[in-house]
Nanobody
Framework: QVQVVESGGGLVQPGGSLGLSCAAS????????MGWYRQTPGKQRELVAR???????NYADSMKGRFTISRDSAKNTVYLQMNSLKPEDTSVYYC?????????WGNGTQVTVSS
């Protein structure tokens, strides 16, 4: 049984920073891609950032230079550091583990950027 749990969301002012964490647990063998996605009501879930088992990263264009994804492979944990946050970054942020042929999603964590 594989579980993915996000943490670290909250309220932050525009221009501020926030860090998210995502821990995967269960019968996981090896190091697999993990990523952050976000979804606002009425919109499709979109990629924020993804990191491969080898540490290669890719970002959505609107996040480049502001967000940084990293991982601790020994802990099956991925992090998302978000800087220079904008009101339009307000969303539910989800973590995904791509393990073998399946995707495992967390329940999401709310990030609200507002003054």
């Amino acid at each position: 049984q594989v579980q993915v749990v996000e943490s670290g969301g909250g309220l932050v002012q525009p221009g501020g920073s926030l860090g998210l964490s995502c821990a995967a647990s269960g019968s996981i063998v090896g190091v697999w891609p993990m990523g952050w996605y976000r979804q606002t009501p009425g919109k499709q879930r979109e990629l924020v950032a993804r990191i491969t088992g080898g540490g290669m990263t890719n970002y959505a264009d609107s996040m480049k230079g502001r967000f940084t994804i990293s991982r601790d492979s020994a802990k099956n944990t991925v992090y998302l550091q978000m800087n220079s946050l904008k009101p339009e970054d307000t969303s539910v942020y989800y973590c995904k583990l791509e393990y073998r042929v399946l995707d495992y999603w967390g329940n999401g964590t709310q990030v609200t950027v507002s003054s």
